[in-house]
């Protein structure tokens, strides 16, 4: 099936800190989502990208759609310790409403 | 407004039971997921929904099953609970090509 690699694994980082990661796909995909999850809850939607190039922010969350459709990028501005949680990609291809996910990055904030 | 609720949030069983896990959403949502979240595999796909009575298989089936009798409710089943299925389970809900919304997940241990 599909893959998605997302990058890093984890990171730990200081608060005031940028954030950057990616995720790419062996294939073409037509959406592009970004996840969080807090401890103990379920992953909850940041931002949804539908057209390759799209470049969308949510306050200090911007991702874009890559050109190729088959990677995706989100940057974190001026980190905050809520900000800790994992972070997953997920790609929607050809069929109607599944989707794929990557296996998440692992952010961390200290002070 | 969770929209999502699933239950039970814990069980603890012993191998070789059988045990029921219960989505439930009022979304009105065509689609509904059952995922399995692990250490290294991130969200795995077991069972979907696109629709009361039709079901499909995902990436991690066996050892499951799911009903979805109507559309409000879908049930994962696991018929003999093996050490395995220790995980965090998930349903999603989603519009036909929208985003997913995920439950607060199950935490199954079994013993």
Known sequence: GQQLNQSPQSMFI????????????????????????????????????????????NGRLTAQFGITRKDSFLNISASIPSDVGIYFCAGRGGTASKLTFGTGTRLQVTL | DAGITQSPRHKVTETGTPVTLRCHQTENHRYMYWYRQDPGHGLRLIHYSYGVKDTDKGEVSDGYSVSRSKTEDFLLTLESATSSQTSVYFCA?????????FGSGTRLTVV
């Open chain 1, 14 to 57: 200081q608060e005031g800190e940028d954030v950057s990661m990616n995720c790419t796909s062996s294939s073409i995909f037509n959406t592009w989502l970004w996840y969080k999850q807090d401890p103990g809850e379920g992953p909850v939607l940041l931002i949804a990208l539908y057209k390759a190039g799209e470049l969308t922010s």
């Open chain 2, 93 to 101: 809900i989603s519009p036909p090509s929208g985003g997913y919304t």
